[in-house]
């Protein structure tokens, strides 16, 4: 999972590690938001190397990364990766494939209809009508049969370039659950154990003509 424009990362720096916002991707060079002023002092120096991690697809990445320099009149932190990204840790959150009506869009403005690419009890994955961008918050109206459960998310991932989803073009985008009641929450967790329990019996049944 490559770094994208947008994208909140975090500087691991010995035992202590900062967020920032990753600008612009050139092949392996990699523009950086500087940090603030109360972390400034935090910045790599020119040459060092460090691990950059981020979130995609319920999977905490990293990679080594070197500094190259600060553009100081941007400012902005211009990094070197090295090697190819690893999976630091994968959150152990069921996710099902299913397609069920979600409402989203940004507080007080447009709202839109689509359906989940899938869904978990963290997050979720839909084709969005409009170009949406990482760390932007959004309010979703997620129905699961009779129910329509509200949800306060946060876009963790959006493809770069659109393409066709059932005859539409629409960006592929994955967002995380920041806000759910607890009665919501139940609701969810019985829908995706439910689908779980569904699913596994035909897993194994496959597995059996497989052998």
């Known amino acids: 999972m490559s770094l994208l424009p ?47 991690v981020w979130s995609a697809d319920d999977i905490r990445w990293g990679q080594v990364a070197r500094m190259i320099n600060v553009l100081e009149t ?18 152990m959150v069921p996710r099902i494939r299913v397609t069920v009506p979600v409402e989203y869009g940004i507080p007080h403005r447009e709202r839109y209809l689509t359906t989940t690419m899938d869904l978990s009890v963290a997050g979720l994955r839909f084709p969005s009508a409009i170009a949406l961008w990482p760390d932007l918050g959004l309010t979703l109206g997620l129905r699961l049969g009779n129910d329509t459960l509200q949800v ?13 989803f059932r005859g539409r073009l629409g960006w ?40």
């Open 6 to 52: 947008n994208m909140i990362i975090e500087l691991v720096l010995g035992r202590r590690s900062v967020r920032t916002r990753v600008l612009r991707c050139l092949d392996q060079d990699v523009y950086l938001e500087a940090l603030a002023d109360i972390e400034s002092e935090l910045t790599p120096l020119p040459g060092q190397s460090f691990q950059i």
């Open 172 to 211: 592929e985008t994955a967002v995380r659950f920041v806000g759910i009641s607890y009665e919501d929450r139940c609701t969810l967790e019985r829908f995706v154990v439910r689908h779980l329990q569904v699913a596994e019996p035909r897993r194994r049944k496959g597995w059996g003509k497989m052998q």
């Open 152 to 164: 306060k998310a946060t876009v963790v991932r959006v493809d770069k370039h659109p393409r066709d």
């Open 74 to 91: 941007l400012p902005i932190m211009r990094v070197s990766l090295e090697g190819k990204p690893f999976p630091v840790e994968q959150r």
